[in-house]
């Protein structure tokens, strides 16, 4: 490998002057790239050398683009049979945050320089959330380019975009007063519902995948099986933490019973269906149930008038507040962590405190602290 200077005379005189690197590459083939500036071939040139030594050259003729890595980075994830709202996400994610802002670049002249400038591009255009969402999916993309071979490392790998507490989502829990606001205004087919979503603290997903076979009335527990899509299909939890059996109260119990005697039959026994026995759809139930719900129980806010003068109710909570509701009464009866992460079905500790460590507190505990160690540094 070596670099030479090059000049030559432009077409309208101008001198022209340039850095190229001559090269073979790991074949033995020769090769040349040429840069503007000595430094820039100087760099390329230690790079290019590292990666022919350890065979995982790939010269800029012979390099796909990142559109291109993305739409094999896609068939991958589809050939694994992930879900659909997975694969239709990261395609989302391709499509509308990777390929319109770096598609047109070549694997083999991205560096971290240019992954930076790309991660500042989103946080300018993007919000800081979907940013985030935008460079995970870059890497992953690169990842998938270097283990099929196609570039010699992923230049993305590092490069985040980190968000502050203030962009964290804060979780809503639904107050006592608006879940027994709930509860009452709930109609029979509904009401068993919202009572086991409150007490079980079950995902959206995994209430309309339950089944009754899951649910043994006399021991009075539930267990998570499988799930349903927002696309109705029905699957497993998403990871093994989804599987796992919760203890549920005598209420419950007796509400599910009583539910049990009317509600539609179907071929998948299921224990929440739609009228005809078949998967509900979340949509649906959000927007002709559990919303209409909150406004009748008056858990909305006024954010307008319609054009008749009438005021616009906006309901306050999604179903997934619910589930908050519930890890929230756990924590106030002084639930252990390990526990409190099973029963909420997440993979780990660390998310669960991530989740649910502002509401873990020991008032008591904290005011006794506080007194003996008073006591020791003044007595």
Known sequence: MAIRKRAWTAPDGTPKQAWQVDYRDQSGKRRSKQFSRKKDAEAWFTQAGWEVSKGVHTPDSQSVTVAAAADLWIAKVEADDRERSTVDQYKRLSRLHVKPLIGGEKLSRLNRPAIESYRDELLKTRSRAMAAKAMRALSSILGDAERRGLVAQNVARNVKVTR???????????????????????????????LTAIFTGLRASELLGLRWQDVDLKAATLTVAQRADRYRQLGPPKSDAGYRTLPIPPALVSELKAWKRRCPIGALDLVFPNTQGGVAEYVHVMRRRFRPLQVAAGVCDEVGQDKAGKPVLKPRYGLHSLRHAAASAWIKQRIDLKRLQTWIG??????????????????????????AAEKELLS
């Open 164 to 194: 502050s507490g203030r962009d964290k989502p804060k979780v809503e829990i639904p107050t006592r007063k608006e879940l027994k606001a709930l509860i009452d205004h709930a109609d029979d087919d509904l009401r068993p519902l919202v």
């Open 346 to 371: 997440h993979s780990s500790i660390q998310v669960t405190l991530d989740t649910y460590g502002h509401l873990i507190a020991d008032i008591e505990g904290d005011a006794a602290l506080i007194a």
